[in-house]
């Protein structure tokens, strides 16, 4: 159900396998296939789509300079992802606590009067789970956008984060307990 | 996976799944087209067939250029911290070991061999750091394998120490722009008796150096918490703000081997490896069978009188030894010959030679 899609067949030319991809190439076809997931997952680390999308071309322009020493489509995606949750982070950090509350608030769907249509109860439910994640610690919020997003294993989490395989384990069970006890008010079926 | 984490998986996505993000590959290239323009990639990659090895020779290129980060090899990398602003290049970070070679770990995906992690030793000036290389065979994130190395492992010279007490332990390793965050679990805040207050601002130097080093990117600011949240103190040494690494010469052995390893088999003649600061950038060993010295030879460090450390390779020659267990000592030049200040800085390690 996640679109994995592979970093190669889209968008360098044919003819040219990965391994002799110069950075511009690879940033060509790393984009074409995982800026979408890329600013989505930002998007559920920083809630806000302007500043997620500034994060991960932040995250590709580290990239490209880094290909060099990369020089693997496989690599270099493990290199995005760390970058975005980064750089995500820092966002977060330098934003600071009020800013993050009014972002939210800003970026909420508009109230939605009782009796609303389908398209706007759905917006709610969208805004509720995003601002529950946000209210989660960060670490619970990383390792939950990490594993139930973009179907990471927990080494790879792991890895991403720079935790301990156990301490991914425990903000998963912890993070989904917390994120059941915040949506439950929401009338969230998914999650009894 | 059961239904319960379908769930989740569906929650999230309904979550974002709507988002369509604007096209951003004209910004990205924008951006990666003014670097270059500003020469911080002065050489373009070749075409073809060509093309891979020039970019591993354009790599060393570009990193002894001072580049992109404070490592002082291209394969000392970092990249467990993509989001590093370009520090200062600080050789300081010594350089990584010969012999274990494969130190090319930190790129995300692949795996670290070692890793360099920083113990107390005394040195003439008191406790000082040495620096050994650990193994980290399975691959996991390199700044969270040394630091809990520093804390938890035993070093591999028996002249070293870690002082951090039972319990203590790293929880999390956050990388940020600006710093480092050291995640601490334990009765950690006040400093015991049984510690002194010298060791103690070491410890906390050891995760300082341990951290930087591992990360490979010069010295950014590590940020030590504890149980969740920033402390007045660790083992009683205020590390409420941002941590810098401590002064050289206040904290650093001046002489630290990086190969052989304590307890290493050699033969014949090999090449020793390390670091020091030392009087006109000399460096000196001793082999030594039961404390008597039965040789001695000498080479120079790539330079000194400057506040780092900088990496030396001597010659050892073995021949005319008999089989059997030797203590190599290496060790800076003190040009009163001990009649002023507090005599050279060395480390040792015992060798078996066959």
């Keep these: ?192 | 996976m059961n239904d319960h984490d379908d769930d989740l998986r569906r929650l999230l996505h309904d979550a974002v799944d709507h988002v369509t993000p604007h096209e951003g590959l004209t910004s990205i290239r924008s951006k990666t087209k003014e670097k270059k323009m500003s020469a911080r990639r002065p050489v373009l990659f070749g075409a073809g067939g060509a093309a891979v090895a020039t970019a591993a020779v354009i790599g060393v290129i570009v990193w002894s250029g001072g580049l992109g980060g404070g490592d002082d090899k291209p394969d000392s990398g970092p990249a467990s911290a993509p989001t590093a602003p370009s520090a200062t290049v600080d050789d300081s970070t010594p350089s990584e070991p010969t012999t274990t070679g494969s130190t090319d770990a930190p790129e995300p995906s692949s795996t670290s061999a070692a890793v360099p992690v920083y113990y107390i030793g005394d040195t003439p000036r008191g406790p000082g750091l040495y620096r050994e290389f650990h193994r980290n065979p399975d691959g996991t994130d390199p700044i969270f394998a040394a630091v809990d190395a520093a804390i938890r492992q035993q070093p591999l010279d028996p002249d070293y120490r870690t002082v951090w007490p039972e319990g203590a332990e790293v929880q999390e390793i956050g990388v940020e722009t600006d710093r480092i965050v050291i995640g601490l679990t334990g009765d950690l805040r006040e400093r015991p008796s049984s510690i002194s207050a010298k060791d103690a601002a070491m410890a906390v130097q050891q995760l300082v150096y341990t951290a930087q080093a591992a990360h490979g990117q010069g010295r950014v600011p590590v940020q030590l918490t504890l149980n969740g949240s920033p402390s007045d103190t660790i083992l009683g040494v205020p590390t409420a703000e941002p941590l810098a690494a401590g002064k050289l010469f206040k904290t650093l052995s001046l002489m630290s081997i990086t190969s052989p390893a304590e307890g290493a088999t050699v033969s014949g003649s090999f090449t020793a490896t390390g670091v020091a600061n030392s009087f006109e950038a000399w460096v000196g060993y001793q082999i030594l069978k039961d404390g008597q010295e039965v040789a001695t030879g000498f080479g120079t460090a790539e330079g000194a009188m400057e506040e780092k450390l900088f990496p030396w390779e001597v010659e050892v020659d073995l021949s005319g030894l008999a089989p059997g267990e030797y203590v190599l000592r290496f060790h800076t030049d003190d040009p009163t010959g001990g009649a002023e200040g507090n005599g050279p800085d060395e480390d040792t390690r015992t060798i078996i030679v066959k």
Excluded: C
Aim: proline share 5%.
């Design chain 1, 1 to 192: 159900m996640t679109t994995h899609a592979l970093p190669l067949d889209r968008a360098s030319p044919v003819t040219v396998p990965p391994d002799v991809w110069d950075a511009d190439a690879a940033v060509g076809a790393l984009y074409a296939a995982h800026w979408r997931q890329l600013v989505r997952l930002s998007v559920l680390l920083v809630r806000d789509l302007g500043t997620a999308e500034e994060v991960v071309q932040d995250a590709f322009v580290a990239m490209h300079g880094r290909w060099h020493r990369l020089r693997d489509p496989d690599k270099a995606l493990a290199y995005l992802r760390q970058s975005v949750v980064n750089r995500s982070r820092s966002v977060l950090r330098h934003r600071g606590v009020v800013n993050r509350h009014l972002a939210r608030e800003a970026a909420a769907p508009l109230p939605t009067q009782p009796g609303a249509d389908q398209a706007a109860l759905a917006a709610e439910q969208r805004g509720a789970v995003l601002d529950a994640l946000a209210d989660l610690p960060r670490r619970q919020r990383e390792v939950l956008a990490l594993r139930y997003y973009l179907d990471l294993s927990e080494a790879e989490i792991a890895t991403t984060l720079g935790i301990s395989k156990g301490a991914v384990k425990s903000h998963a069970s912890r993070g989904v307990a917390a994120l059941r006890t915040r949506l439950a008010p929401h009338g969230s079926e998914e999650l009894r």
